[in-house]
């Protein structure tokens, strides 16, 4: 079964303002991480959050996690035109683990 | 810095055909996961390898096989190739025996699209 679910599955926002994505698990986990993937390209890692953390900030980006709610959100702020893409949470059961993919929010900035 | 290569970078193959793709982790890095991403959906495990055993398995054809080489490369190889394996086929390396308590970050190559006729 699918181990992460994000939501919103779409997203259009003006350029400038904050985007906001939202990822929920089912499982324990060791670490969560977000990636950007545009169109049918690479996977690009943004930023990983261990369980015993519950936020952290890279540049634009900020992610919370809450292991209580199982949830984990992805903030982008001040979102530009090449933030377009899809946003994945992944989760890891284990530090070592394979990483779980949720479905996706895909993010499109207007201008 | 290094990141993960993928070859080839897009293969046309055609229905029943084999194909085999390859993965040179980053420098260093002892593990290989292989992760496999349909049109339009997010990515599934496929199999990892650490110190050239299998660590683990998704869900992963038995018409697939990997492994993992001595010099740490790896290869996944499809036979009898369906249309429905048609899809972005991802590998990703990460580094366990030097990672002590930190979690391993894994590293995606760019993939290698793959298109069965």
């Known amino acids: 079964s699918q181990q992460g679910e994000e ?32 169109s049918g390209r690479g996977l690009v890692h943004l930023i990983l959050i261990r369980s015993n953390e519950r936020e952290k900030h890279s540049g634009r980006l900020r992610v919370t996690l809450d292991t209580s709610k199982k949830s984990s959100s992805l903030l982008i702020t001040a979102s530009r035109a090449a933030d377009t893409a899809s946003y994945f949470c992944a989760t890891a059961p ?18 | 810095a290094a990141g993960v290569i993928q070859s080839p970078r897009h293969l046309i ?11 040179y982790p980053i420098p260093r890095h002892d593990t290989v996961y292989w992760y496999q991403q349909g049109p339009g959906q ?18 992963i054809p038995d018409r697939f096989s990997a492994q993992q080489f001595s010099d740490y490369h790896s290869e996944l190889n499809m036979s009898s190739l369906e249309l429905g394996d048609s899809a972005l086929y991802f590998c990703a390396s990460s580094q366990r025996r030097l990672a002590g308590l930190r979690s391993y970050e894994q590293y995606f190559g760019p993939g290698t699209r793959l298109t069965v006729t």
């Open chain 2, 42 to 59: 997010d990515p599934q495990f496929l199999i990892s390898f650490y110190e050239k055993m299998q660590s683990d398995k998704g869900s």
């Open chain 1, 94 to 111: 284990n530090r070592d683990d394979k990483i779980i993919f949720g479905k996706g929010t895909r993010l499109h900035i207007l201008p």
């Open chain 1, 7 to 38: 939501d919103p599955q779409a997203l259009s926002i003006q350029e400038g303002e904050n985007a906001t994505m939202n990822c929920s698990y089912k499982t324990s986990i060791n670490n969560l991480q977000w990636y950007r993937q545009n």
């Open chain 2, 13 to 23: 193959k055609e229905k029943r055909e084999t194909a085999t793709l390859k993965c």
